[in-house]
């Protein structure tokens, strides 16, 4: 059910008799407009929008549940906060699977966009995803120390809601990163993939130079930081992806990042492919396999390693369930762990993962290949929903195969 409604002093909406219909309310005198997918008592003064969120009330298939919703200016931001603009926020597996109901973890829900005078009461709360993204400074509350009006900031905690244009957050939420030394797409992606990259290389394994790894979904955003990371640390990399027709293509692309070997999952079919990689790593067969697709693939890819190895899953993106051969636990001792980059922040102070973050900025990585989608200020609520929901169906019926930024514009006024 859609209605529209010329610009009141105040307005009130009775609850619906069909709740799961989604209302349309649209202040047409200062250009606001919102969505709810269920209607409740709902009266407040009408603020001037001049802020905007992507949003869902309930979780369910990303291209359906999430929407566009404008909210009133910040107000100036109390001690210890500071009032950011969002420049930049990737959308990552992990936020698809929020949206979905399916990850650990989800945003803080709100019944209020906007905060003091200016506040855009909801008649439900809502979530405001994004896990990561790249903010800029534009007000700062007083005994807030070490950060100025245009400072580059990036999230120091998950599920900081960055599908947003503004947020007020407190100074101990963020980290200031050189903006001269990072380029504006790859600080957005900075605290998610190439950390975790980091960590699953240091943390599980003392590998030596000379030492191989093995990883799936090698073109993945954590596989090409991992990649570039162990050809600065002098490790060699057997590198797994999806076959398709654009297969030498990829390839060529990995290589030149730095992988010493890229292959298909059909491979493993192979017991001579077995057998040759064997023959490649020669003494020093591999003790790190990096997993993040799970699956009958990764239990092959288990016959490559060595004595002692570690299996280290990071994500399942086939959706299906890991198999470790027992034979390989009993025999040859292989460990199977898993790692989640949000705990591994909550786990270490804010000193080491600042220091993380140092080292990864001066490595200069190479950004997985991006496409920024711009949520213009020019477009309605309506319209700016139907955008997003547009290239989230296109990430989940994996179309687009590469990551996709979203840049969200405050309204136009």
């Given at each position: ?397 994996g179309i687009l195969g590469k990551k996709v930024i979203l840049q969200v514009e405050d309204p136009l006024r």
């Open positions: 059910m859609t209605t529209t409604t010329a610009f009141p002093r105040m307005l009130s909406l009775k609850r619906n008799p069909h709740p799961a219909a989604a209302v349309r309310v649209r202040f047409t005198s200062s250009n606001i407009s919102f969505s709810f997918l269920r209607t409740a008592q709902f009266s407040t003064s009408i603020p001037r929008a001049t802020h905007r969120a992507i949003v869902f009330t309930q979780s369910g298939a990303p291209s359906s549940v999430v929407y566009a919703l404008s909210y009133p200016s910040l107000p100036p931001p109390p001690a210890g906060h500071i009032n950011v603009r969002i420049r930049a926020a990737p959308i990552n597996p992990s936020d698809i699977n929020v949206i979905e109901g399916v990850y650990p973890s989800k945003p803080v829900p709100t019944r209020t966009l906007g905060h003091g005078d200016s506040i855009l009461s909801l008649p439900e709360p809502v979530f405001v995803p994004g896990n990561e993204g790249l903010a800029e400074v534009t007000k700062v509350g007083e005994c807030v120390e070490g950060l100025n009006e245009g400072d580059w900031v990036v999230m120091a905690k998950p599920q900081a809601g960055t599908w947003s244009s503004a947020r007020l957050l407190k100074a101990e939420e963020v980290v200031r990163i050189d903006k001269r030394a990072i380029s504006e797409p790859s600080a957005s992606m900075l605290t998610v993939n190439p950390p975790t990259a980091y960590c699953l290389l240091r943390d599980f394994i003392d590998l030596q130079e000379g030492d191989w790894v093995v990883q799936n979904g090698a073109n993945s955003a954590v596989g090409q930081a991992v990649i570039q990371i162990a050809a600065r640390e002098k490790l060699k990399t057997i590198n797994f992806v999806r076959n398709r027709p654009t297969l030498d293509v990829l390839r060529e692309q990995l290589i030149a990042l730095g992988a010493s070997h890229v292959f298909t999952y059909d491979d493993l079919q192979d017991r001579a492919f077995i057998k040759m990689v064997k023959e490649l790593t020669g003494s020093k067969p591999p003790r790190l396999l990096l997993n993040c697709v799970s699956g009958p693939s990764t239990a092959q890819m288990t016959r490559l390693l060595g004595m002692d190895a570690r299996l280290v899953s990071y994500g399942a993106m086939s959706k299906q369930p890991l198999s470790v051969p027992t034979g390989q636990m009993i025999f040859r001792g292989l460990r199977a762990e898993g790692f989640w980059m949000s705990r591994w922040f909550a786990t270490h102070p804010r000193e080491e993962r600042e220091r993380v973050l140092a080292e990864i900025i001066e490595m200069q990585l190479q950004e997985p290949d991006h496409k920024i989608v711009t949520i213009e200020g020019r477009l309605s609520d309506e319209e700016a929903g139907d955008k997003v929901r547009s290239i989230l169906r296109e990430i989940t019926d």
